[in-house]
């Protein structure tokens, strides 16, 4: 569960949960109707089975499925989200349903926060990211001309149903991206469970029990932290470790692109803040190389060259940074770490410093 007072909720998380959806919902919210949001690849595998357990518990429902894919996560889809509901006929007491990844859950989580000025809604997470992130701590919104996640709420559901089942259909690749972000919550301040996926990573990834523990532990890592600190004041900046080198890599290489997903970007952005932490003399370099070698292990990459088109250079990547919400008045400020498990809030990182490091990833190559 996610404590914050009147407004916690639970976050359930086993392998048949879709199926048994309607009976959970019908008794969240007796009598609500329910409005299914979720993309064209999940719409295919995922909707049936949610919506005949619905129909079992007899609860009411209409559904809108939308494009897969970033690109989603914009005033055009918020607003036919909204309108389809709104036409559907859901009042303030009905649910929406977020049935999908990151991209439909922040944003029909966006459009339960602003419908009616208010309704419910609960996440059915289907990726390893949106079942151990986006999906816990109530952040939503949609992505600008600006950038990413520059307009939203926070709104907290109501419900989390983190289905594993439904990772069975997962590409592979999605897969691995997921795991980035639990590597994370190990590196931020749960060693023993970053000791643990060393151990555990191929049944984690072969979709055994181990993975839904993986999932209860990550999910619990960013509940706690969440629960310290729900609208980023202080503590909840350490989830962002990995992630100003990682949001920087993404923007350059463009956020709907094949050639690097969140996760990736994660990956190289955590073996970074590693060995930026070692070379600032933070951190032991072997916490570094340990941290590198199970990231490459899994298969996701961990050096800059591996992920950006040739030509581009340590300024492009300040800029980059610079841009980066988490930048105030000049100053960098970055999750560094004192060892594996010991992450810290690092403000005014000197610029310059960021710059050689990056100059010599860059020319050290991949
Ligand atoms: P996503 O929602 O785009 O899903 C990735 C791909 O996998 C999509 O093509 C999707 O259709 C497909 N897919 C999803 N579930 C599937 C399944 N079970 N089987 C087969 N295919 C499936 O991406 P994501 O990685 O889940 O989420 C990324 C988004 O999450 C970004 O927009 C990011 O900003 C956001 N995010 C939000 C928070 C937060 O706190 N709100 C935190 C982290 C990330
Ligand atoms: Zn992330």
């Not at 559907?88 to 029909?108: K, N, P, Q, Y």
């Not at 594993?164 to 749960?190: C, H, N, Q, W």
């Not at 000791?195 to 509940?223: M, N, Q």
């Not at 990231?295 to 992920?307: D, F, H, N, S, W």
């Amino acid at each position: 569960a996610v404590a914050l007072g009147d407004r916690s909720y639970d976050i359930l998380i086993g392998p048949d949960l879709i199926a048994t959806a309607g009976a959970r919902i019908a008794q969240l919210a007796p009598g609500a109707s329910v409005f299914i949001v979720t993309d064209a690849h999940v719409g295919a595998l995922w909707l049936a089975p949610l919506e005949a357990s619905l129909e079992q518990a007899g609860i009411r429902h209409d559904r809108l499925i939308l494009p897969a894919g970033e690109s989603t996560k914009t005033f055009a889809h918020f607003q036919q989200l909204c309108e389809a509901a709104l036409e559907a006929r859901m009042e303030r007491g009905d649910l929406l349903v977020a049935l999908g990844g990151g991209v439909i859950g922040d944003l029909t989580g966006f459009a339960a926060a602003s419908l009616r000025r208010g309704m419910n809604f609960v996440q059915i997470p289907t990726t390893v990211l949106s079942q151990v992130d986006s999906s816990v701590g109530g952040k939503t919104g949609v992505n600008t001309a600006q950038g990413k996640n520059l307009v939203g709420a926070f709104h907290q559901p109501a419900l989390v149903l983190a289905d594993t089942g439904s990772l069975a259909t997962l590409p592979p690749r999605e897969f691995a991206a997921g795991y980035a972000e639990m590597v994370k919550y190990g590196l931020i301040d749960r060693p023993d469970f970053f000791d643990w996926l060393e151990k555990h990573w191929p049944a984690v990834f072969g979709r055994g029990p181990e993975l839904e523990h993986a999932i209860a532990v990550s999910c619990e890592a960013k509940a706690a932290v969440v629960a310290r600190d729900e609208t980023e004041q202080g503590d909840r900046a350490l989830l962002n470790l990995g992630h100003t080198f990682g949001h920087a890599l993404e923007k350059i290489v463009g956020y709907d692109s094949s050639r690097l997903v969140h996760g990736e970007g994660v990956a190289v952005g955590v073996a970074c803040a590693f060995r930026f932490s070692a070379r600032e003399g933070f951190c032991p370099p072997e916490a570094a190389e340990r941290v590198e070698a199970h990231l490459r292990a899994v298969g996701l990459p961990t050096r800059i060259p591996e992920v950006l088109p040739t030509g581009v250079d340590a300024k492009e990547i300040l800029d980059a940074m610079a841009q980066d919400k988490k930048v105030k008045r000049g100053a960098l400020t970055f999750i560094l770490a004192r060892d594996i498990g010991q992450s810290f809030i690092a403000k005014n990182v000197d610029v310059e410093k960021v710059r050689s490091f990056l100059e010599d990833e860059l020319r050290n190559g991949a």
